[in-house]
């Protein structure tokens, strides 16, 4: 039977990790609720496991989370993207919002449409190829590290990476203005659908319905940064490897190791 740990090694085990697990768990499920529950789930999980390893616990983490997803999500994602594609593109175009909008709430808008729709975008993928494209452009994982957090060989990796990166490229290629401006979906066009069909919602202390990202920071119209307004990222790996980690509670590492003290 595992020895219970004490709360200053409770903290030791969820403070360096919670924030990066949570960004895992939330890519995969698109929901905050969800995120949250299912993290405390994995904390409780490592809390007592007969021995949490000395080195590479990270990836030990990623791997009891990926084993209970793998448990809990459908195996055929919940959103597709013709679902995405008809939220967001079968409106007429609004370019009226964006116009009324000031800098700030303009640039905070668009960034979150962005990250929003980039993310829904993972979503629609099969969670194990979900979870190879997440662990390697979002948490930038080395394919070794990588493969060990899903339980499955490099070369079965490798695989599952190469199709997620298809899907998603096949998608995004010939619609989204991030990968080359000349393509007919652009963020400020829709901003305005996103709003109505709650997709996103107007700044406000948390952002919006899929916020990653806190209002104070410059986006730049592409969201690569202050000071390149007008560079679009055309590489996917690039594109997904700049989104923000999202914004959770401030205090959920502190609610997690709560409840794990119990």
Known sequence: MATKLDKDQLRGLVDPHWRRLYNFVFRLTLDRDRAERYLADVFTL?????????DGVEVWLLGLANQLLEERLPRQPEVNFDILDDVLRNEATRTDVVRSLSDPQRDFLLWELKQGCMTSVINCLPPGERAAFVVCHVLKLADDAASK?????????????????????????????HVNPMNPCRCAARVGTALHKGF??????????????????????????????DVPMRDISAIYGNLPEPDPPEDLGNKLVDQLAR
């Open 149 to 177: 957090s899903l339980g499955i060989t490099e070369s079965a990796y490798k695989v599952r990476l190469s199709r997620a990166r298809k899907k998603i490229g096949d998608y995004l290629a010939p619609r989204c203005e």
């Open 200 to 229: 996103i919602k107007p700044m406000g202390p948390s952002g919006g319905v899929v916020s990653l990202r806190k209002p104070q920071e410059p986006y730049g119209r592409y969201g690569t940064g202050s000071g390149n307004e």
């Open 46 to 54: 490592a809390a007592n496991s007969e021995k949490i390893p000395a």
